[in-house]
C-alpha cells in the first residue's frame, strides 16, 4: 500500500498570502496524484488531478507540480474561500486508491 | 450538470447491514467507473470500493473485502453498497465519487455526492 504524508498538519496564513503544501509519497507514484479540497460539512472537491492539471473550473490560482513521491500543492494569493482541508490522493497503484492525512489551511 | 445522490444511510447495531443507494444523473453513467468513499466523524477520507466499467470488475478495502459488496443497475442510473455485519468502526460519512474519464480507470474523482451518514452503535 503506497502511504501518502502531508504536510504541515496546519498551515496558518493571511488572505493573500501563498500557500504551499506537501504530500509525500511512500514510494513512486510517477504523475498519478490529484488534490482535494474539502469545506466543513461538505464533499470533497478536485482541485489537480495527475499532478498538474487543474480541474474544470478551478482558478489559476492553483497549481500543482512534482513527480515521483514528491508533490507540491501551490495556491498563490489566498482567498477567503480557500481556507480548507486539502488532500492528496495517489492512482498509481491500487488497491488499494490512498489519500493523505490533510492539511488543514486556516486564517491566522 | 453532474449529480450523485447518496441515501440509505442510518443507525445500525453492530453486526447489521445497510444497502446505500447512489443515484445518477447528468452523464453517461455505464461510461464511467464510480466508487464509494468514507469519512469518519473527523477524520480524513479513505476508499472504500470501485464499480470498474469494461468488465474490469470490482474492488474493495481491505477494512471492507468480504463484508461490503458494490454493484450498479444500468436502468435505473444507480450504484450500491450492500454493507454486511457492520462494525463500529464502519460509521462514517459515505460518498459516492465519479471518475475523472470515461471508459477506463482513471481514479480521480471529479464529482462527488453530499454524502450519507452510517453511524453503527449500539
Known amino acids: 500500500e503506497i502511504v501518502l504524508t502531508q504536510s504541515p498538519g496546519t498551515l496558518s496564513l493571511s488572505p493573500g498570502e501563498r500557500a504551499t503544501l506537501s504530500c509525500r509519497a511512500s514510494?513512486?507514484?510517477?504523475?498519478?496524484l490529484a488534490w482535494y479540497q474539502q469545506k466543513p460539512g461538505l464533499a470533497p472537491r478536485l482541485l489537480i488531478y495527475?499532478?498538474?492539471n487543474r480541474a474544470t473550473g478551478i482558478p489559476a490560482r492553483f497549481s500543482g507540480s512534482g513527480s515521483g513521491t514528491d508533490f507540491t500543492l501551490t495556491i498563490s494569493s489566498l482567498e477567503p474561500e480557500d481556507f480548507a482541508v486539502y488532500y492528496c490522493q495517489q492512482r498509481n497503484m491500487w488497491p488499494p486508491l490512498t489519500f493523505g492525512g490533510g492539511t488543514k489551511v486556516e486564517i491566522k | 450538470e453532474v449529480q450523485l445522490l447518496e441515501s440509505g444511510g442510518g443507525l445500525v447495531q453492530p453486526g447489521g447491514s445497510l444497502r446505500l443507494s447512489c443515484a445518477a444523473s447528468?452523464?453517461?453513467?455505464?461510461?464511467?467507473?464510480m466508487s464509494w468513499v468514507r469519512q469518519a466523524p473527523g477524520k480524513g477520507l479513505e476508499w472504500v470500493s470501485t464499480?470498474?466499467?469494461?468488465?474490469?470488475?470490482?474492488y474493495y478495502a481491505d477494512s471492507v473485502k468480504g463484508r461490503f459488496t458494490v454493484s450498479r443497475d444500468i436502468s435505473k442510473n444507480t450504484l450500491f453498497l450492500q454493507m454486511n455485519s457492520l462494525r463500529a468502526e464502519d460509521t462514517a460519512v459515505y460518498y459516492c465519487?465519479?471518475?475523472?474519464?470515461?471508459?477506463?480507470?482513471?481514479?480521480?474523482?471529479?464529482?462527488w455526492g453530499q454524502g450519507t451518514l452510517v453511524t453503527v452503535s449500539s
Open positions: 464499480f470498474g466499467v469494461g468488465g474490469v470488475g470490482t
Open positions: 514510494q513512486s507514484v510517477s504523475s498519478y
Open positions: 465519487a465519479k471518475v475523472l474519464t470515461p471508459g477506463g480507470m482513471v481514479m480521480h474523482f471529479d464529482s
Open positions: 495527475d499532478a498538474s
Open positions: 447528468g452523464f453517461t453513467f455505464s461510461s464511467y467507473a
